[in-house]
């Protein structure tokens, strides 16, 4: 029972060097940087890291709160690891520094790498090792268990636990105090509240009147932009000042070109709506949003600096040193692919890519939507890969025709007679020309289509069950562009995108 004790005490000595370390760590990154941060740090190398069947299975299980789980996952992992330096400290200090030791060297390391590393990158982790080191020492030498020391084992007790409980609340208060204070001297927040957004030189076109479909329970036609989805690789959102931002296009290019911040407000700007989704939405999901955009043609851009013949693609790049390559065709043929700045005629938010962003209709997002955009490289796919495509994506991602019952919702009860099935379906940039609703193995059945908002903008549609009777049932759709309807084959979303039908299955009483 003893050993038992006197291990636990070890490991929780190991935890509060452990919070010391983050806490030290977070108030040292604050002079050099968000990204060096070794928390920071080292979950942006494991996102960096991550195999494509475990990004499907983060944005698949977890959504947008993808990067919450795996914030919370980080710190109990580090903290598990701390508790075992405690424990192996206890035994023999050599063994248990060389474990913080190790520790601190990975997230310097992990520091170094990001795109945005500066000279003293690993700082914060070193710093944060060798106060973690020193708390250790301190906590270890005051167990109560410590061999050669006859004191009374509750005064010693006593003693250990009022030195962990300080240590461990020092290290949370330089956690809290190194967060606040970062998130306070964020200056693109203030800088987003002073922009004037120019008006177009081209408006969007007239939404009509019926793109709502009028159904309780289906979502907006407009998604809100403080509920617009977001996937993307950063852990700590950039900090974009637009006064200093600016646009490189090069590669293969006849004149390379920089385009700044006043340039891009200056240019023709366009107003279009567009439903941007996420590639790893399954089959019925919620990674798709559709908003009202406004930027400079994409195409405007890339005939400045006259692509040659040769070239076919164009990797764009963002301040955090995401990549993503973007079909050139896609770009300049006419399509509404912008450099964003606006989403509802208010600046980006910050989140979502501010001061600009990419937005391509018709594309998934991890090949054109590149959020604080900094560098287009024109180039060739027999030449370069992207963010993704080098952990296993394809490295073109047109979206797929698809649709999703939103009215029902699944496993719902509904009673007998008339029944309503209502939904959403997309076809960016081929429009969605019609939607149909099975019911289990019968035949498919016409619904209406609300008014159409635009073929790069989702489609709400609905259809009257007449006549239902009791029983357990399954409703199927499908949508159709041009091309004719959906596939039902079934597909994950790796590597470009899921197929088959939504199904939603109800209780008629």
Not at 62 to 78: H, R
Not at 458 to 465: A, D, E, K, P, Y
Request: proline residues 6%.
């Amino acid at each position: 029972m003893a050993g038992r004790r006197d291990t636990g005490f070890a490991a929780l000595a190991g935890v509060a060097a452990g919070v010391v370390t983050i806490g030290v760590g977070s108030l040292v990154a604050l002079l050099t940087g968000p990204t060096s941060d070794p928390l920071v740090a080292v979950g942006s190398a494991f996102v960096d890291a991550t195999p494509a069947w475990l990004k499907d299975f983060a944005a698949s299980t977890f959504g947008t709160a993808d990067k919450v789980v795996l914030g919370i996952g980080e710190v109990v992992v580090l903290l598990a690891l701390a508790a075992l330096a405690g424990v192996l400290a206890a035994r023999r200090w050599a063994w248990g520094a060389t474990l913080v030791v190790a520790l601190g060297a990975a997230a310097g390391l992990a520091a170094m790498a990001r795109p945005d590393a500066g000279t003293l990158a690993a700082a914060p982790a070193i710093v944060g090792a060798v106060a973690g080191l020193l708390t250790l020492r301190a906590l270890v030498r005051r167990l109560p268990a410590a061999p050669g020391r006859p004191a009374p084992d509750g005064i010693r007790r006593r003693a250990f636990l009022q030195a962990t409980a300080a240590a461990g609340a020092l290290g949370l208060v330089g956690v809290a105090v190194g967060r606040a204070i970062s998130a306070g001297a964020r200056g693109a927040q203030s800088a987003r509240a002073a922009i004037r957004i120019p008006r177009p030189a081209t408006t969007a076109a007239p939404v009509p009147a019926g793109v709502d479909v009028g159904v309780d329970g289906v979502g907006p036609w407009q998604t809100p932009a403080d509920e617009f989805y977001r996937i993307d690789t950063a852990l700590v959102v950039p900090q974009v000042d637009p006064s200093t931002w600016t646009l490189r296009v090069y590669g293969m290019v006849e004149q390379e070109i920089t385009l700044t911040w006043d340039e891009l407000l200056a240019g023709d700007l366009v107003e279009a709506w567009v439903t941007l989704a996420c590639v790893s939405n399954p089959v019925g999901g919620d990674l798709i949003g559709n908003q009202k955009w406004l930027g400079l043609p994409l195409a405007d851009v890339l005939a400045r600096a006259r692509p040659t013949a040769d070239a076919d693609m164009v990797l764009s790049r963002s301040v955090d040193g995401f990549t993503a390559s973007t079909p050139l065709a896609a770009l300049t043929d006419g399509r509404d692919a912008l450099l964003a700045i606006a989403m509802d005629g208010e600046p980006l938010p910050v989140e979502h890519g501010f001061p600009v962003r990419m937005v391509v209709p018709g594309l998934y997002g991890y090949v054109s939507a590149t959020k604080w955009v900094t560098e287009l490289r024109v180039t060739r796919f027999a030449d370069a890969t992207a963010y993704w495509t080098d952990r296993g994506w394809s490295a073109e991602g047109p979206i797929k025709t698809q649709s999703r019952i939103e009215v029902p919702r699944p496993s719902s009860s509904v009673p007998a007679g008339s029944v309503v099935v209502a939904g959403t379906a997309w076809a960016q940039h081929r429009g969605v020309t019609g939607v149909q609703v099975r019911v289990d193995d019968g035949s498919w059945n016409d619904a209406t289509l609300a008014d159409d908002g635009g073929i790069d903008s989702w489609r709400q549609w609905s259809w009257t069950w007449d006549d239902a009777e009791p029983g357990e049932y399954q409703l199927f759709v499908r949508a159709s562009d041009p091309l004719g309807p959906q596939t039902g084959a079934v597909a994950g979303v790796i590597p470009d995108g899921a197929t088959g039908y939504d199904t939603v299955r109800v209780t008629v009483t």
